[in-house]
């Protein structure tokens, strides 16, 4: 693709955006946005809807029976009410708006273009999506239709290109015409695009991991039905993906809430929607289950279909998983809970938290803020973040604006 | 026991006896399952009973990936002679493989015959030049020290120009050795530069470029090869190897296959099943090197690979695989500079 490509496109989008403030004020075209969220809200949640329709019927990498557990969180805080608490928890100065934001998607999960140009388009910012060639791009045409069936001058907003991650001069393109840049990537993505960047123009959310804790007063079987789910969806990819959870208790509570948690997975509707096949990923779970054979105590749980793994380590620490499935569970006391987090400290993006309540759930929350987790939701909604989410602690909406 | 079977493989290495290879597997597996407490823990949590492994494709392999986070050691590591590194961004990320002075001797025993078996693509008496840190600057690169073992007569490490020079000015023949990344880094430093290198001389490459420098399909590295140096397809050699291994494969040409010498084996393995691919299917590498005396002589690479007649055809690493391989060693050496 010629860099004038992306120059073009760009060009086109600000002229609309340009007409679009004309005609209506940015006052008016943010009244706009609201309603056109809150509308496509509303039609989503209709099974008539053709636009979901054609989304429950498409074959893809994401089908719609695993991305409706994260449409249904995102849908409820795309309702007009949600959004105003969002831009009155945010306020900006309107004339700092930025013409056109540029998106660097990663294709990890699918509606990371729903949530980021949904932001934009709040504070009035045309988008110009860049999605990797890899990636299934459907899910961002359901949502750019969906907006052109109920406001096309505001679906006109918005527009896609796909090219190589790293492709020089059309990323250094993106960030010429492009006011702010939203990147979602490994941190080396992030790094490369700042290089291209005007200083202070990308809003980067690089590498992030999750995990989960389920505390001694938990129901585990609700639990672990629920963190099944957020491991089984988008084939733990996301960075609110669990790596590790931590079980209250000792070694012999964590075996047993993992076992529990390899029924729950082998149960759940989610693992029994197929991975396309793919003998890297599959290599990668063989080398994560022999890896854990290392390990002493270690006990290996695991899926003959290769889509999920549990291993129960009986050291308190925090594992990176490779992912597509293979969690680890772990003992842990609140009090160390501290230590064992420490390894990715700064790199924690949420945690599902099973069974507290009052003064300990308090304690619990101020610990993980500190470490830096910016998401904390009961199991199952891991993967349901709203709108509103301070995505890497930052304000969704202000981070945007110049 | 052991001293006979230490001699045992030596001999098997430089005279290989048929029926001799899976006998010599067994009873090294065996030992190994004895002395080294990672890989016997290792074992015993594998399905099969270690009484039950009675042939090669019983022995259980280790991730090559396990060399980070344990020590694969047959003896106790403060003992240990040598220790070569695989790459990794930080020390704690490095695999370490482990050799004492027996595991030490065994391992240049073999690096020397497997060079030997490829002396009739080799010039005869020519020198070695490496492209590479000299191993008492790199003691832990498996790379350099195995070229020191062959002999390198000449290194060449962060200094460009030096190289063109020495090669502009050559007359006989010789063998240059050198990794990927640092072959293009040498064209990308002399763009308008050939340098026809004198008829019979021969490049041999290891390692790969994934996320270091730039990277070249692999078609377009070849190419570069022998327009850049002037040099036929058979003369322009591959070599494939890892610190984890105490020898290596060879491959003639853009299009030839990775040959192993008679001690070392390989499989290519479904990554679903655990078993053997179908003929012509791709899958992971398992390779099985009689000369890995200390450590672990079965390792599941994270290779992908397809066999071709009597060798294999490397895919590539995984995408998302660690970066490594031993030549990236050198570049993590090359990069602190």
Redesign the interface.
């Given at each position: 693709m010629d860099p004038r490509v992306i120059a073009d496109v760009a060009s086109k989008l600000k002229h609309r955006r340009s007409d679009l403030m004309a005609a209506y004020g940015y006052a008016g075209v943010q009244t706009r946005v609201l309603g056109a969220l809150d509308e496509l809200a509303y039609q989503w949640k209709d099974p008539r809807y053709p636009v979901r329709i054609r989304a429950e019927s498409a074959p893809g990498r994401w089908p719609y029976s695993m991305v409706k557990v994260s449409l249904q969180g995102l849908l409820a805080s795309f309702s007009a009410d949600s959004v105003q608490k969002l831009i009155r928890s945010e306020p900006f100065e309107a004339s700092r708006s930025p013409e056109l934001v540029g998106h660097v998607l990663a294709d990890n999960t699918p509606l990371l273009g729903w949530v980021t140009v949904a932001r934009a388009l709040l504070v009035g910012s045309a988008s110009l999506v860049k999605m990797p060639t890899t990636a299934d791009a459907q899910w961002l045409d359901y949502f750019v239709a969906t907006l052109g069936d109920i406001a096309p001058e505001i679906a006109g907003l918005v527009d896609s290109l796909a090219w190589r991650g790293g492709t020089a001069s059309l990323d250094s393109e993106l960030c010429r015409v492009c006011d702010r840049v939203a990147v979602y990537g490994d941190d080396s993505t992030v790094d490369a695009i700042i290089r291209h960047a005007r200083s202070g123009s990308v809003v980067g959310y690089g590498h992030r991991v999750s995990g989960g804790i389920v505390m001694s007063t938990a129901d585990p079987q609700t639990a672990a039905e629920g963190f099944a789910k957020d491991v089984l969806l988008y084939d733990q990819g996301g960075c609110l993906s669990p790596h590790t959870i931590f079980v209250e208790g000792d070694e012999r509570d964590a075996r047993s809430f993992g076992e529990r948690l390899a029924t729950a997975l082998a149960a759940s509707e989610y693992s029994r929607i197929p991975m396309p096949p793919n003998?890297?990923r599959?290599?990668?779970?063989?080398?994560a289950r022999?890896?854990a054979?290392?390990e002493?105590g270690?006990t290996?749980i695991s899926d003959p279909s290769?889509r999920w793994t549990v291993i129960v380590l009986p050291k308190s620490m925090f594992r990176l998983s490779p992912t597509h499935g293979i969690v680890y569970v772990t003992p842990i006391t609140q009090e160390l809970l501290a230590g064992s987090l420490s390894p990715v400290a700064g790199k924690l993006q949420g945690f599902g938290l099973a069974g507290s309540k009052g003064s300990r759930q308090a304690n619990l929350y101020a610990q993980l803020t500190e470490f830096g987790v910016s998401y904390i939701c009961k199991p199952g909604l891991m993967q349901a973040p709203p709108l509103e989410w301070r995505e890497n602690g930052l304000d969704v909406l202000r981070s945007l604006i110049m | 026991m052991r001293a006979d079977l230490l001699q045992s493989i030596q001999r098997y290495i430089v005279n290989p006896a048929p029926g001799q290879f899976e006998p010599l597997t067994l009873a090294l597996f065996r030992r190994q399952y004895d002395l080294n407490s990672a890989y016997r823990r290792y074992v015993d949590a594998c399905p099969s009973a270690v009484g039950d492994i009675t042939s090669l494709v019983d022995i259980p392999s280790v991730p090559a990936q396990a060399f980070k986070t344990v020590s694969l050691s047959c003896t106790s590591t403060d003992g240990c002679a040598a220790v070569f590194e695989s790459s990794g961004t930080t020390q704690a990320l490095a695999g370490k493989h482990w050799m004492d002075s027996d595991a030490l001797a065994l391992y240049e025993l073999s690096l020397v015959q497997g060079y030997d078996r490829i002396q009739s693509a080799l010039p005869a008496n020519a020198p070695l030049w490496a492209i590479m840190p000299p191993a008492a600057d790199a003691p832990h690169s498996s790379l350099s020290h195995m070229l020191a073992t062959l002999g390198a007569s000449h290194w060449f490490w962060d200094d460009w120009s030096l190289l063109a020079r020495a090669l502009t000015n050559l007359t006989t023949p010789i063998v240059l050795f050198g990794t990927g990344f640092a072959f293009v880094a040498l064209f990308d430093a002399f763009p308008e530069t050939n340098w026809p290198l004198p008829a019979g001389s021969v490049v041999i490459n290891t390692g790969g470029f994934k996320g270091r420098t730039r990277e070249i399909a692999r078609t377009d590295f070849y190419s570069l090869l022998r327009d850049r140096f002037e040099l036929p397809d058979g003369a322009c050699l591959a070599e494939y190897g890892m610190s984890e291994m105490a020898s290596q494969f060879y491959a003639i040409g853009e299009e030839g296959a990775f040959l192993a010498p008679p001690w070392l084996r390989t499989r290519i393995i479904d990554p679903y099943t655990g078993d053997d691919v179908e003929a012509g299917e791709p899958g992971l590498l398992r390779v099985y090197d009689l000369a890995n005396w200390n450590s672990v002589l079965a390792i599941q690479t994270q290779d992908m690979a397809v066999a071709d007649g009597a060798g294999f055809r490397l895919l590539g690493r995984a995408p998302d695989a660690d970066v490594r391989g031993c030549s990236l060693t050198v570049e993590e050496l090359w990069t602190r500079e």
């Open positions: 003998g890297v599959a290599g990668k779970v063989r080398e022999d890896m054979r290392l002493e270690a290996i290769m | -």
